[in-house]
C-alpha cells in the first residue's frame, strides 16, 4: 500500500526557510498525484498545495502563493515543500497525501485523497 512519509520539519524564526520532503516509502508515486495539507492547533485540516502525476501541473492555497513551492524529483520517489518567507501563522503539522487522481490539478478536498503520512512538525517563531 503507498505510504508517504515526511521529514524536514522545524524551528525556525519568521523570514526564513525550510524544506519538507516526501517519500513512498519504498515504491515511486507513479500515477499518484501528491499533496500538502497543514493543520494548526483548533484549526481544520486545509489544502496547501498539489502536484498532479501526468502533467506535473501545481495548485497552491492563496495563502502561500509566492511563498511556497511544491516539486517532485525525476525519480518519482520524492515531493518536496519549499517554504519561503515563513510566517508565524505557517505554524502547523505538515501532512502528506497521495490519491490515485494522477489527471486532475483542482482536488483541494482531503477527503479526495487516499494515502497520508504521520505528519511533520512547523514552528515559526515572531
Known amino acids: 500500500q503507498m505510504q508517504p512519509v515526511e521529514s524536514g520539519g522545524g524551528l525556525v524564526q519568521a523570514g526564513g526557510s525550510l524544506r519538507l520532503s516526501c517519500a513512498a516509502a519504498?515504491?515511486?508515486?507513479?500515477?499518484?498525484?501528491t499533496g500538502w495539507f497543514r493543520q494548526a492547533p483548533g484549526k481544520e485540516r486545509e489544502f496547501v498545495a498539489r502536484?498532479?502525476?501526468?502533467?506535473?501541473?501545481?495548485a497552491y492555497a492563496d495563502s502561500v502563493k509566492g511563498r511556497f513551492t511544491i516539486s517532485r524529483n525525476s525519480a518519482g520517489n520524492t515531493v518536496d515543500l519549499q517554504m519561503d518567507s515563513l510566517k508565524p501563522e505557517d505554524t502547523a503539522v505538515y501532512y502528506c497525501?497521495?490519491?490515485?487522481?494522477?489527471?486532475?490539478?483542482?482536488?483541494?478536498?482531503?477527503?479526495?485523497?487516499?494515502?497520508w503520512g504521520q505528519g511533520t512538525q512547523v514552528t515559526v517563531s515572531s
Open positions: 497525501a497521495a490519491d490515485r487522481d494522477g489527471v486532475t490539478l483542482g482536488v483541494t478536498s482531503k477527503d479526495e485523497y487516499d494515502y
Open positions: 502536484i498532479t502525476w501526468v502533467a506535473g501541473n501545481t
Open positions: 519504498g515504491r515511486t508515486f507513479r500515477g499518484y498525484s
